[in-house]
């Protein structure tokens, strides 16, 4: 592109007009295609679209999480994939703080200046340090509030010379869809939201709206998780009992936060029992109350967590471990809303919806009699089951770019990323304790690491043996030397043939690497399970 053409508008041809706004129905793919325009007609060569969250300035409606300003990238191009997990406290990111903080409109930052790039080491390539290169940042506000960030990067200087203009008129666009999907979501909000009919006397607080949504999805969320989202906010505006299953460390807490803060219930209490951790002889006055004088030690009434959840919800963890008479209890309160403090005979009414999580199979809980099958039943009215993270594609990189950045933040860093080996071992890893154990493998990882060798300029890149995942390197690192090579296609195959042919034999070779795992072999392809199993199932390699 010719860098001295002063561009007056985002000159969006009228076909990519349209897709725009059809994405507005959908905002996770709005932003990406926002960005995807941008790269098409601005000489930049990455770009990031922030939303502020958090902070006494910060944001849009409905924005809480906690007192500290952060930024948390919606989309992003020509950053690495654990840039959309990150987060970006304004307190650490002068050239952000300034962007957002009250400039006119967009920002530029000279290739010699010396305020620390947010995205230094995050440009894949370019090494642990971004050199000279030209930075342009535009403040986004809705309704008059701050909203949001765009920025811009180009390798080289004075790239931007000459495209302020244009970039002012991308960042009015931005403003212009964010202010739609901002009125969209109040829309539904507003629809949503129950009357604040009861006195709720809880002693819990209220659980923050947002609290856990945003750590569940990063955007551009893997197929498997972007529909088991999309399923939470359905079921969510319902008043059904919820039963999220899944294995140890997946997310099933932040499900049910997330369940919660999107439902209708919302402004009312949000109540958790870890059902494990209730001593047995207690489960029962835990949950349902007791009266004055119940057993000895009972020595005046007390309110258990049915009646603290009234006009809320009540999230019972770990449900496959409540003792036998509890569950019986359970089945009434889950049958007619009602309750029974322990010693009294009285009815109570409570208005609770219920979300249990176990990660133990009930069903067959039930059929061994450990489990009663009446509450079962009852509890698995809608069962929403959270994918395993080896099931989730590249998700571990944008969840990798959530934990590097709290990590970076309490060690003091500039920046804290993964080597090319590191995002390798971690996409193949079958990660058996899920989400968990990423998050504790990068936190001791970037301890170890940082007590191993120095960071260099404030930068520390984590590799596989940091991480704890060196077999894995061995995995990937392994040259095809087991599997057959690549013969080559013969010369005469039409292209679309000779395109499937190398596809079917890449297939193969890959599943051979990982021993006939059909998700590794998709990780290591960079695709999805259930895509790799369509693409084999068309290609006749799979019934
Ligand atoms: N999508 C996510 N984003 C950020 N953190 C996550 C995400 N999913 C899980 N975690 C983190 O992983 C850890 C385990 O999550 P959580 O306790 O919700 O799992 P769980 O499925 O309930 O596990 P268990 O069955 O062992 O109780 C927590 O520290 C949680 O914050």
């Known amino acids: 592109m010719d860098n001295g053409a002063v561009i007056p508008t985002t000159a969006l041809a009228p076909d990519e007009a349209a897709t725009l706004l059809r994405a507005l129905e959908e905002p ?11 790269v098409r007609h601005l000489p930049c060569d990455a770009c990031a679209l922030l939303r502020h969250e958090g902070g006494a300035g910060g944001g849009q409606e409905g924005a809480g999480g906690g007192d500290e300003a952060l930024l948390v990238p919606l989309a992003t191009r020509g950053l690495s994939p654990d840039t959309l997990g990150r987060r970006f406290p304004l307190d650490d990111h002068p050239r952000l703080r300034a962007i957002a903080g009250g400039a006119a409109g967009p920002l530029r930052f000279p290739a010699d200046c010396d305020l620390p790039d947010p995205y230094d080491g995050l440009i894949p390539d370019q090494g642990d340090r971004l050199h000279v290169h030209d930075c342009i940042g535009a403040p986004l506000a809705v309704d008059g509030r701050p909203w949001g960030v765009l920025t811009l990067d180009a390798l080289n200087a004075g790239r931007f010379d000459g495209w302020e203009e244009a970039i002012a008129a991308w960042a009015r666009l931005a403003e212009a869809l964010a202010a739609t999907v901002e009125s969209r979501a109040a829309a539904v909000r507003q629809a949503t939201m129950r009357p604040p009919a009861f006195d709720h006397q809880a002693e819990q607080q209220p659980a923050d709206p947002r609290a856990g949504a945003d750590m569940l999805a990063p955007p551009g969320a893997s197929p498997a998780m972007a529909a088991l989202l999309a399923e939470i906010d359905t079921v969510a505006a319902s008043d059904l009992v919820v039963l999220v299953l899944g294995e140890t460390g997946v997310g099933k807490e932040l499900v049910a936060h997330r369940l919660h803060a999107r439902s209708g219930r919302s402004a009312g209490p949000l109540v958790q029992v870890n059902c494990a ?4 002889a207690l489960v029962e006055s835990e949950l349902f109350g007791h009266v004055r004088g119940a057993f000895s030690g009972a020595l005046a009434d007390r309110r258990g967590k049915f009646e603290l959840a009234d006009g809320g919800t009540l999230f019972l963890d770990e449900v496959g471990e409540l003792p036998a008479a509890a569950q019986a209890k359970m089945l009434r309160a889950l049958q007619n809303g009602e309750i029974q403090r322990v010693g009294s005979d009285r009815n109570i009414t409570v208005d609770v919806r219920v979300v249990a999580a176990t990660n133990r199979d009930l069903a067959t809980e039930v059929r061994e009699g450990r489990f009663r099958a009446d509450v079962y039943h009852r509890l698995s009215v809608y069962p929403l089951r959270v994918p395993p993270l080896r099931d989730r594609g590249a998700d571990v990189l944008r969840l990798a770019g959530l934990f590097l950045e709290r990590n970076r933040a309490r060690l003091g860093l500039r920046n804290l990323r993964l080597s090319a080996g590191a995002e390798r071992c971690m996409l193949v890893y079958p990660w058996p304790g899920n989400v ?20 260099d300029g404030g930068v520390l890149t984590l590799t596989p043996v940091d991480l704890g995942l060196e077999d894995g390197e061995a995995a990937v690192a392994t040259p095809a030397a087991e599997p057959p090579p690549l013969v080559p296609l013969p010369g005469v195959l039409p292209l679309r043939e000779a395109t499937e042919e190398v596809q079917r034999r890449l297939i193969q070779d890959r599943l051979q690497r990982h021993g006939g795992n059909w998700a590794q072999a998709a990780r290591s392809l960079g695709l999805d399970r259930s895509n790799l199993f369509r693409l084999a199932r068309r290609l006749g390699l799979r019934e």
Do not use: N
């Open 436 to 455: 968990r154990e990423l998050e504790h493998a990068i936190g001791r990882g970037a301890i170890r690491a940082r007590v191993a060798r120095p960071p």
């Open 277 to 280: 951790a209730l001593p047995e």
């Open 28 to 38: 996770a793919r709005l932003w990406p295609l926002l960005l995807d325009l941008m």
